[in-house]
């Protein structure tokens, strides 16, 4: 690596975007080994940049991460992103540290919505793009058509003629296969590393000007405490230089950086200098924020901070106030909530949280459902209860006008099923825009559809299409609002009573709807315990035990066979519930209830 040479010209920066599952993190394995990183034969992981707990278990990238290569003496830092849509603002934050990026694109599934956005964010920043034409070994792949399409989506991006004449690969990131022209033989994996190093200019410096380094990113060392990341630019910087840092005000405050460390393979080495245009890693800076620049005290000059997108979703996070709270978690107050929430929000910039206007609560502002899904699941295995409310999107007064964002939805599935997806997407104030019979008795369906109408729509269609339907969407824009509608049309059924559930109970509700509680669960007065097969919610009590005959001993009479309950995870839960609902969180349980627990209350409510 680049470590003796003093100026950027050895250095490559480059975010690796994708709409999700095309292969990025996959490829950035194949990079690894290429490159020489692991023994020969040494036994490695796949996926490797992808170590968070929730990232392994769901297998998807859930956080940008830095990472490092040695390439024929160029030091590669390469970024890999998620693709998944609620996570664009970590794309976003990516881009600020990179000087070029690679467009991954699924041979058979052609770009999709994400690489729509990631490829937009990416041509604005005027980043030059190297396009991967990725799983080339797939059976349904079809490079021809699929480099056509990405040729369109450069034009109506309003690439320019340079951008237009991107460098292109073909590839099978798995296996660290790689070609420039189908025609060839397989390559490997340096004919990439090499392209990089030729077609991704070396960051943009000014030997003249002094040093400076927009914090990109923050991470957190037990030992070396708080950890600012970023590139640097113009002259070199060395961990023992005076340094100060311009927060979003503008104002100056003085920093001692106690280590200074750049990237190298999946780890850290410490370096006593960094060459400019280097991504590092310094420690010792206390109160940081994404954004801020750090340079020397006699230039203080800001460099512009990151923007990132709007939020579209918001959710009210409350502490949890059910009968059984403060059970199972260690951090209940809600204090402690807002002290974590507000934690998250340093490092997240696409997170935003504001206090309730009730104050009851806070209100986390993001880019989706499934964020705020991670984001709860992360919290509840530190050991956070919490209630919370459902997904809202965020709607916007445009020249007085109430308008709602609205997506271009595409769903794909077998002929017999548009109908039902149709009608259902009707209910919720879609439009269908176009029907495509394609081979195979496949239908493709185009919609404009409200994004609140897609919270939780996505379950629907697997369920209405037995597993076969997909869908991609991306926010179109705004219009004015096209009315109200429920967010689900089925009731609840709902305790009327705490205590604890028996199965003669259960088994007489059965007929009422689909129950989500075993036998034996703990239940209280206003805890959802299935959904009614009617519109309207109805009290029922899942505690009554059957009236005992004098001949018979308490508990014969559970012998009943229940059908297995609807098993509601997190997400299910999220979706599932209205706008009068809750979602109720700890470490061990996740439980649905009324947000006004009572039934005379909530009659007295309507
Ligand atoms: N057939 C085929 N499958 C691949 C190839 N590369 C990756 N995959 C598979 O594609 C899936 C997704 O791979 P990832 O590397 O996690 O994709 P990603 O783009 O990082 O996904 P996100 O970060 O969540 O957006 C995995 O099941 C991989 O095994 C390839 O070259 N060919
Ligand atoms: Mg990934």
Known sequence: MSENSRDSSGIRNIAIIAHVDHGKTTLVDGMFRQSGLFREGQQVADRLMDRLDLERERGITIAAKNCAVGWRGTKINIIDTPGHADFGGEVERALSMADGALLLVDAAEGPLPQTRFVLKKTLEAGLKVIVVINKIDRKDARPVQVLDEISDLFIDLGATEEQL???????????????????????????????????????????????????????????????????????TVKASDVLIRIDSAGTVKPLKVTRLQAYAGLSLTDAQQAVPGDIVVLAGIDEVHIGDTICTSEHPLALPRITVDEPTVAMLFSRNTSPLAGKEGRYVQASKLKERLVKETLRNVSLAIEDAADREGFIVKGRGEFQMAILIETMRREGYEMCVGRPQVILRSIDGVRCEPIERLYVDCSEEFSGIVTQKLS???????????????????????????????????????????????????????????????????????????????????????????????????????????RENDLDVNPCKTKKLSNMRAAGRDENVVLTPPRVMTLEAALNFIREDELVEITPKSIRMRKSVLTAAERKRLR
């Open 165 to 235: 004449e991107f460098p292109l690969v073909y590839a099978v990131g798995r296996d660290g296969l790689a070609k420039r022209s189908l025609d060839d033989a397989d390559g490997g994996l340096d004919i990439l590393l090499d392209l990089i190093a030729t077609e991704i200019p070396a960051p943009r410096n000014h030997a003249d000007q002094p040093f400076q380094m927009l914090v990109s990113d923050l991470d957190y060392s037990d030992y070396l405490g708080r950890l600012a990341i970023g590139k640097t630019r113009n002259q």
């Open 427 to 533: 209910m919720r104030k879609g439009k269908l825009i176009s029907l495509t019979n394609a081979h195979g008795g496949r239908t493709r369906l185009e919609f404009s559809v409200p994004s609140r109408a897609l919270i939780g729509f996505r379950d629907e269609l697997l369920t209405d299409t037995r597993g076969t339907g997909i869908m991609h969407a991306y926010l179109e824009g705004y219009e004015e609002h096209r009315g109200e509608f429920p967010s689900r049309f089925t009731g609840s059924l709902v305790s009327d009573r705490s205590g604890n559930s028996v199965p003669y109970a259960l088994f007489n509700l059965e007929p009422r709807g689909q129950l989500f509680l075993e036998p034996g669960e703990p239940v209280y007065e206003g805890m959802i315990v299935g959904e009614h097969n």
